[in-house]
């Protein structure tokens, strides 16, 4: 071979353009790895567009009931929250306080009086305790401390018929601050010594008639 012939050998050996050489660069992958990693992925991926568009769409439908789910789960414990502090009673959610309207007996019902006793005490079907708050012309409001019988208000309002022209009871006037101890039947504050300030004998009277 003559020094012509070698060097067109040498030329020859590394033109990228001849027919027989390698023209991928080092970091390329070689053919048989491209192919083995599109076999990974059509093994990998549903081979039916519908059954690809089906895995998509049920997986937004879960994602949409699980969403619904918390929030209905929230929204139950706030419920049950509400209704454990409240009792369900709607007056109580607004936070108003609730009010029983009594009357004070007319000015002739002393002369029915019978006498006090414990026995008949213990058959009044509203009873409890009472501090004076207002005291209006006609009417006397009471914040109630005690339920013993046939309620649940936060206060009490007492008027008077229209044809007296005091709230009194049995001759007594009500006394702003003072506390009371009141029994009710019809809508009408019993008199007679079933009703009346807070003294010793008569809550201890209330204690036994009651139980409490």
């Known amino acids: 071979m003559t020094g012509h012939d070698e060097l067109r050998a040498r030329l020859a050996a590394i033109d990228p353009a001849r027919q027989d050489g390698d023209l991928r660069s080092v970091s390329e992958p070689s ?3 491209l192919q083995e990693r599109i076999m990974q992925t059509i093994d990998q991926a549903p081979s039916d567009p519908a059954a690809r568009d089906t895995r998509a769409a049920g997986g937004r439908s879960r994602a949409r009931l699980l969403a ?3 929030v209905l789960v929230v929204a139950a414990a ?3 929250g509400i209704l454990a502090t409240t009792g369900g009673d709607p007056a109580a959610r607004s936070g108003r306080p609730t009010t029983v309207a009594l009357q004070v007996p007319a000015g002739d019902a002393a002369s029915s009086c019978v006498q006090f006793d414990v026995a008949f005490l213990r058959n009044m079907p509203v009873a409890f305790a009472g501090t004076v708050t207002s005291i209006e012309k006609d009417t006397v409001t009471l914040d109630v401390d005690h339920w013993y019988r046939g309620g649940s208000a936060d206060r ?9 022209t005091s709230v009194a009871l049995d001759g007594v006037d009500f006394v702003d601050g003072r506390r009371y101890l009141l029994t009710a039947t019809d809508g009408t504050v019993n008199g007679c010594g ?3 300030p807070a003294s ?10 009651f139980g409490d």
């Open 156 to 164: 009490a309002t007492v008027s008077i018929p229209g044809t007296q």
């Open 194 to 196: 079933f009703s009346g």
């Open 78 to 80: 706030g419920v049950a």
């Open 31 to 33: 053919p048989a790895e």
């Open 200 to 209: 010793a004998e008569l809550e201890d009277a209330f204690a036994q008639a």
């Open 68 to 70: 619904a789910a918390a």
